[in-house]
């Protein structure tokens, strides 16, 4: 870190996951980057349930593919039936072509395969907020 | 307390001094450059106007423009920058390429004589490096003989006891060659030998001189891990001998510097990052006349995203160390991180600051200093492809075993 304040300050995520040192070890990461709001959700309801609640106040998604209830694929195809370009990374071990294309065919904005590094990491959050115009200028 | 004082009035005054010197020096050079560009351009717009523009325009156009970059990397070697990308050079056919160059420069009153070995003697340097050295003692050279003279330069192998201790002493293993630069001028006093190697320090007139020339050829001497020794007496002439560590001949396919083609270049991708709409321009120019594909952001951001919408392969990042938003060095790590068989080639037309250390681009990589030439570009990305090459064909190599 340099001390200058990064261009992402002002990006709000949402890390869907239900394993919580997932979320904490994906926190730390984002916090790291310069990114300080960010929201957690346990699960595909509960992150339903606060897109829903508070869609303003998201701007990209972080989300786990394999989660008890609802996972991360048919969260993805609720949100896409309201919003067909919300910011939305699909975090996963699943690295086979099928899973990739059933993905891609939902219409995921970005794909990182587990493990990952936080350069990875913030190379496809700064690509997902250019995209949507969400990075401070 | 008075002292003090009075040494410190004294001290600002004697940088005040050295800063105007500088300064005059520069602008001096710089104006006699511009002036040349602007006729030129003048001319060839003329020209064009009438149907019949001269190729020879835009060509000393372009040499200018050159020479201009050579004086801004006279600045950075003086500031003792890392100034472009490691490489190394034939210093037999540096100098052969001088003595063509020096003649006009010397004029009919010195004679020069150049000794050089048959064989190739390959320096890890960049061929401007050893330019500097020769160019600025031929010159120191030839404005201490106002009334003409001889000239030497020579170069021979340096047999071990010849080598400096301070040399043989830190690296006794290694072989060094003799690059000496002998005038039959005036000499230089005793009391100013001691400061020659000083920056801004010149005997000659305001506007003359910049006062660089020789504290350049120290720092790049010292940047290419060699010295430098110097003896005079005065109405008997000076001499300068350096001593320069022998690098390993280059591979085969390396030593072909001027036969540089497009034919490894034409259909590869380039993506360039640049935040300078005009440059960003010229470079897209460039690498289309290569037949490359070219893709361009305008900072880093967009040019992950750039990336991540192309589909195909991308053989190169061609990007801006200092930009506004993300700097190319970061962008360079998250490049390589979602494309990791990429090449990066950095570029920059800013010296690396020690307070900088954020701002250094990794070891060993591709660096280009701006202005950026054709030439020089094709070369590294030839290399950084041959490199890409050796790399993955070691790798399958591996994966076999």
Known sequence: MTGQKSDLSELKVLIIDDMTEARAMLKNMLVNMGITQVFEAGDGREGMRFMDSAFDFVDIVLCDWNMPGMDGINLLRQLRSVDEAFPFLMITGRGDITSVSEAKSVGVSGYILKPYSMVQLEAKIRILATRANKLQA | ?401
């Open chain 2, 1 to 401: 307390m008075k002292d003090d004082l009075k040494d410190t009035r004294n001290l600002q005054r004697q940088k005040m001094e050295a800063l105007g010197q500088f300064a005059g020096g520069i602008a001096h050079d710089f104006n006699n450059l511009l002036s040349i560009i602007e006729g030129h351009t003048h001319i060839a717009l003329r020209q064009l106007k009438e149907g019949r523009l001269d190729p020879e325009q835009l060509l000393k156009i372009l040499a200018s423009t050159q020479r201009g970059a050579g004086l801004t990397r006279q600045l950075l070697s003086f500031g003792r920058q890392k100034v472009g990308f490691d490489e190394k050079t034939n210093l037999v056919e540096a100098m052969r390429q001088q003595h063509v160059l020096l003649l006009p420069l010397l004029g009919a009153t010195i004679q020069l004589f150049m000794t050089v070995p048959e064989d190739p003697v390959w320096i890890n340097a960049a061929p401007d490096q050893l330019t500097q050295i020769i160019l600025n003692l031929a010159l120191n050279a030839r404005d201490a003989m106002p009334c003409g003279g001889e000239l030497a330069i020579m170069c021979m192998a340096c047999q071990k006891r010849h080598i400096p201790a301070v040399l043989r002493e830190k690296n006794p293993e290694t072989s060094y060659i003799r690059l000496s630069v002998v005038d039959s001028g005036t000499g230089i006093p005793d009391d100013v030998l001691p400061r020659i190697f000083e920056p801004f320090f010149t005997t000659k007139d305001q506007g003359k001189g910049t006062g660089l020339g020789l504290s350049v050829v120290y720092g790049v001497v010292d940047q290419l891990k060699g010295t430098i020794e110097v003896s005079s007496a005065q109405g008997d002439g000076t001499s300068f001998d350096i001593f320069l560590p022998i690098a390993e001949a280059p591979a085969p396919s390396l030593t072909a510097e001027n036969n540089v083609s497009d034919k490894g270049l034409a259909g590869k991708t380039i993506l360039i990052a640049e935040d300078e709409p005009e440059l960003r321009e010229m470079l897209a120019d460039m690498f289309n006349g290569l037949k490359m594909n070219v893709l361009s952001a305008g900072n880093g951001n967009q040019a992950l995203s750039v990336q991540d919408e192309y589909d195909g392969d991308i053989d190169f990042l061609l990007t801006d160390v200092v930009m506004p938003e993300m700097d190319g060095v970061k962008l360079g790590e998250m490049f390589s991180s979602v494309r990791p068989d990429s090449n990066v080639v950095y570029m920059s037309g800013y010296p690396f600051m020690e307070g900088r250390r954020d701002l250094q681009v990794p070891e060993q990589a591709p660096f280009i200093s701006k202005p950026i030439r054709e030439d020089t570009v094709r070369k590294i990305l030839e290399r950084a492809l041959e490199r890409r090459q050796a790399r993955l064909g070691g790798e399958h190599d591996g994966a076999e075993k």
